[in-house]
Nanobody, 124 residues
Framework: QLQLVESGGGLVQPGGSLRLSCAAS????????IGWFRQAPGKEREGVSR????????LYADSVKGRFTISRDNAKATVYLQMNSLKLEDTAVYYC?????????????????WGKGIQVTVSS
C-alpha cells in the first residue's frame, strides 16, 4: 500500500514562500493521482491542488490559483506544492493524498492513502 510523508512546512511571514514535498513509498506513485488538502482549526478539510498520474492535468482551488503550483517527479516518487505569496488564511495542516480515480476532483472519498499532515503557519 502506498505510504505518504509530507515535509517542508513551517513558519513563514505573509508574502513569503514554502515548498511542500510529499514522498511516496510502498507502491508505484505513477499509478496514483496526488492531491494536496488542508485543514485549518475549526474548519473542514478542503482540497488545495491535485495532479494527474503523468502530471499533465492540474487542479487548483480558487483560493490558491496563481499562487500555488503543484508538480511531480515520478522518478523520485515525490510530489511538490510550491506556495508563493502566502496569506494568513493559508495557515493550516497540509495533507497529501493518493487517488486511483481518473476523475479530477477533490472528493475525499476518492483518496485511498493519506499522509499524517504537516503544519504551515503564516504569521507576522
Amino acid at each position: 500500500q502506498l505510504q505518504l510523508v509530507e515535509s517542508g512546512g513551517g513558519l513563514v511571514q505573509p508574502g513569503g514562500s514554502l515548498r511542500l514535498s510529499c514522498a511516496a513509498s510502498g507502491s508505484t506513485i505513477d499509478n496514483y493521482a496526488i492531491g494536496w488538502f488542508r485543514q485549518a482549526p475549526g474548519k473542514e478539510r478542503e482540497g488545495v491542488s491535485r495532479i494527474s498520474r503523468s502530471g499533465g492535468v492540474e487542479l487548483y482551488a480558487d483560493s490558491v490559483k496563481g499562487r500555488f503550483t503543484i508538480s511531480r517527479d515520478n522518478a523520485k516518487a515525490t510530489v511538490y506544492l510550491q506556495m508563493n505569496s502566502l496569506k494568513l488564511e493559508d495557515t493550516a495542516v497540509y495533507y497529501c493524498a493518493a487517488s486511483r480515480s481518473y476523475t479530477n476532483t477533490f472528493f475525499v472519498g476518492n483518496y485511498v492513502s493519506w499522509g499524517k499532515g504537516i503544519q504551515v503557519t503564516v504569521s507576522s
